[in-house]
Structures are given as structure tokens and as C-alpha cells.
């Protein structure tokens, strides 16, 4: 008798502006499917987690951090168990993502929504980046795959030299940036390195392929300013 095929239950399925996004749950966990494309699950999130907590030892207690990406809440959870931060924003584009953690997800983001120290902004983490003027101690970065191989194009811009001087612009003085890859992204790091401060580099080994690789980098006063490059500010495309 051949192995029992797994059971895929769909959750839920919404069209969004950006095309379909499905929920769905299969062996005991959570998976989220945009446009046919795997994006991320619930099996795993060291990498996700270990994010959040190297940036939460550089920064003084009653910290702001900002969050970017919701996922599937792993990043989120590990800001709401820790007492360090006074205020966590979150920056997520899909609004159904957001309900979701309301909901299916709630448990794997710890409930972090119901927190009275998260505030959740629905937008492109860009265009809100380019619009705010508040400033953080932290700023960890978990949108799309990373620097190197994104599912939607747009994104990519958050990680050249233009994104990247606009991260440094919200962060205070001695604040960290602290960025999610699925790979090694050795030319990202060079451009951390010189647009922001000193970098760490923390890989975490998965069960199949390249381990993930968090970059941290902090924001020192020899780092280029935005405001010294004449590409701040342009256009998404």
C-alpha cells in the first residue's frame, strides 16, 4: 500500500488588487499561495524569529520598531513576547493577510493584533516609508524573498541604494536595520555596509537548500545620508 496523499484543505481564497491569494491548510499547518506561487507556511520561522530577536538586543528598552511583512506572523510573535519594544508598527500591503491573523493565523502571530503595543498599517511599506516622518529604533524587514529574487517586482526597490538610504532616513541615531533573505545577498550586504553602518550576518540552516540569512546593520554617523544622494525620492517605476 503506497503512502496516504496529504489532505489540502482551502481556507480561504480572495482576489486582491494584485491578483488571487489563497489560505489553505495541509498537514497541521498553514500554507499562503499568491497567483499559483508558494510564498510561505507555518512549519518553520527560526529565521523569521531569530530576525526580530538580534535586532531587539541592540535596542534600549521602550523601543519603536517596525515591522515590514506580516507573513504568517512569525516576525510579529517574537516582537509581542519580548518587553523591550513600546511600539511595534506594522507595515503589511494585503489587507486580507491582515484578517487572516484575526482569524485562521491569530495563534501564530500570538494574538499579536490584540496587543495594545502593534499597530497595523495596511500599505505599500514603500509609499509609506516615502510618507512618514516617524522614526524607529529598529526596522526589520521581512518582504518577499529578500533582496535578490522577489515575487513581485515592485519590491525589489525597498532593497538598491535609493530603498535602502530611505530605511537609513528612518532610523535614529545608533538604530538598526535588520533584513530577511532567503539566500546569501553578498552585493546587499556591501551596499548595507556603506549606506547604513557596520553589518552582522546571521545564516540559519533549512531543511532543503541555502540556509536563510539575516543581515543586521546599524546606523552610524559615517554612513551616507539620504538626503546626500540625488536618487531619494524617485518614483516606484
Known sequence: MGPVAETVTVVDRVVTSRG????????GHFEIISNGVFLMDTRAGGSERLLVREALK???AGARILVG???????LAEAV???VPAEIVVVEIEKTLVDWHRGSLAGHSGHALDDPRVRIVTADIVTWLRATREVFDAICLDVDNGPEWTVFPPNAE???????????DRLTDGGVL???????????AARLAVLI??????EVA????????????????DGVRGGDRGDRGRGRR
Open 58 to 60: 541592540l535596542v534600549p
Open 206 to 221: 533549512v531543511p532543503r537548500g541555502e540556509p536563510d540569512v539575516v543581515y543586521l546593520a546599524r546606523r552610524t554617523a
Open 178 to 188: 535588520a533584513a530577511w533573505s532567503a539566500s546569501a545577498a553578498p552585493a546587499y
Open 81 to 83: 513576547a519580548s518587553p
Open 158 to 168: 525597498l532593497y538598491d541604494d535609493a530603498g535602502t538610504m530611505l530605511l537609513r
Open 20 to 27: 488571487e491569494l489563497v489560505l489553505r491548510h495541509s498537514a
Open 69 to 75: 511583512g506580516l507573513g504568517v506572523g512569525f516576525s
Open 197 to 202: 553602518g557596520p553589518v552582522a550576518v546571521h
